[in-house]
């Protein structure tokens, strides 16, 4: 449904993740590290996730937000390039 926005959405100023596709593959999620941000999903949701860069290579973060605080996850490393495909197809809910 093009041009059609949920009303929760409307005030939302990033992206969010396409629903679970039904080949969607998991990641692995590994412990944080202080990295650059360079993308982030909308954080009005329970999960939301960072595209970061450190060192010439870079990986996708995920915060899961719980009742009594949050759970942050890192995929590996990768090449930039690579983690931009990542990127992409979590956008379209691909991958989570
Ligand atoms: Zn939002």
């Not at 949920?6 to 590994?30: G, N």
Request: proline share 8%; net charge positive; with cysteine.
């Amino acid at each position: 449904m093009r041009g059609v926005r949920r009303l929760e959405e409307v005030a939302c100023l990033s992206v969010h993740p396409a629903p679970r596709q039904p080949e969607c593959e998991p990641l692995q999620w590994l412990p944080p590290q202080p990295v650059g941000v360079v993308a982030y999903t909308c954080g009005c949701r329970n999960v939301s996730y960072e595209l970061c860069h450190v060192n010439g290579q870079a990986f996708v973060r995920r915060t899961v937000r719980l009742a009594d605080g949050h759970v942050i996850e890192e995929t590996h490393r990768m090449p930039i390039h690579k983690a931009r495909e990542f990127w992409e197809r979590l956008l379209r809910g691909e991958i989570q």
